[in-house]
Nanobody, 126 residues
Framework: QVQLVESGGGSVQTGGSLRLSCAASGVTVSTRCMGWFRQAPGKEREGVASVTSNTNAVYADSVKGRFTISKDSAKNTLYLQMNSLKPDDSAMYYC????????????????????WGQGTQVTVSS
């Protein structure tokens, strides 16, 4: 059984940083396509970043240069380092695993992941 448990969310001011973690079980993070998504109230879910099994990453234009997705194979954990946070980054953030053979970019754009976590809330105040 696959479980993805996100943590690290919280409240920060504009310009601050947070690092989200996604602890995985039942799936090997280092060999799977993994991704981060977010959804703000009243908005559609948005792909934030995705990384393939060879660690090539893709990012949404809105977060390029500010967010970094990474994997820790020893801890079987996926991370999202978020810097220079803005109020528009406020949302529930979700971890996802297994692109089902799609490219990381397509999987991120269309939400084509098999497994999903429960989310962690990020709030950025101005």
């Amino acid at each position: 059984q696959v479980q993805l448990v996100e943590s690290g969310g919280g409240s920060v001011q504009t310009g601050g940083s947070l690092r989200l973690s996604c602890a995985a079980s039942g799936v090997t993070v280092s060999t799977r396509c993994m991704g981060w998504f977010r959804q703000a109230p009243g908005k559609e879910r948005e792909g934030v970043a995705s990384v393939t099994s060879n660690t090539n990453a893709v990012y949404a234009d809105s977060v390029k240069g500010r967010f970094t997705i990474s994997k820790d194979s020893a801890k079987n954990t996926l991370y999202l380092q978020m810097n220079s946070l803005k109020p528009d980054d406020s949302a529930m953030y979700y971890c996802a695993a297994d692109c089902r053979g799609y490219s990381a970019a397509n999987a991120m754009l269309k939400g084509l992941f098999t497994y999903w976590g429960q989310g962690t809330q990020v709030t950025v105040s101005s």
